[in-house]
């Protein structure tokens, strides 16, 4: 980062290309595939804008995940995203369901729709926590709210996935 | 369920959140406890879920066009957010903009029928002089305002875009 903040164009190259499967996960799982291609973009032209005011003290990680998870949240002010995601999700199943090595379909089914159904605080706790291995303390920075606060997300994200499924369970 | 029974299905949640296996103690508490058990089992479950979604792929398409839009701002954006605050001003000015061309005609047939009616009234008992300056005044003064709120929209629309920019932005 270090480079690109002295304007070295293969140095953005190498950090895009090393961050890109991580974010373009992070942004899918948080917002769904059509939003996701648009904020990917918009990330990478907040990152390459702010430069000069990435501190080098602080991990690149937090820093490119704080600006990814502060867009999700922008556009979802801004357009109601969370309705649009909902229906990515049900079109990505099913784009999905023609992959021959693709997980059997209700089950992916269930978690997009277990996902998509958490309130957003709580989406985004746990999509950094599991699926991208953050520390409590970069999650934290990442959110804005305290690490105590990140901690009690987490498990309430988790009892309320795992709620849902019981719920089903008594239902069926 | 019990106190240790918490600190043991806290436990299990952070250790499925780290990927890793619950303690090996956690586990064999779970063993004799039906409660333990049944949330380890749903976790276990859950984790299945998780895990079964496959890992986003981005386009080879997209990622080349990322590249070449953040290469083009890198050596383009000799000033930071510039470019961005632009994106936002047109967007906010039109959001300012939408509802005050909508309002327009409205102010203006208002302040046309006070001119028109105020003048019928007064004809008979206010010099005409007087009159047409009274009358020049108010539409200079209804102008005037019409001008300053449709004047000031661009401050306004590029003070919420660099307010927008500064919120996302760390």
Redesign the interface.
Known sequence: MARVQRGDEPALNELLERWRPRLFGFLVRRVGDVAAEDLFQETWLRVVRSRDRYDPKRRFSTWLFQIANNLCRDRGRRRKVEEGYKETVREQVQHDAGRLEAPPLDLRMDIHRRLAALPERLREVLILRYYHQLPEADIAEVVGIPRGTVKSRLHSAVRTVRGQMADEEDEA | MSDPCAGVQ?RM?DA????ADAAAPDRAHAETCADCRE?RD??L??R???D???????SAA??E???R???D???R?TV?????LAEGFGRELLRLLSPALLLLPLVVAWNAAVLFYFGELLAGLVPAALLSVAGAAYALAASGSVALVFGSMPFVAQREALR?IQ????
């Open positions: 806290e949640i499925l959140l780290a990927h949330h749903a976790l479950a859950l299945s879920g998780l079964a979604a496959p890992e986003p792929e981005l997209l990622a066009r990322t590249r839009r953040a290469a701002a890198l050596l954006d930071p957010h510039r470019a961005p927008r919120e996302v932005t760390p």
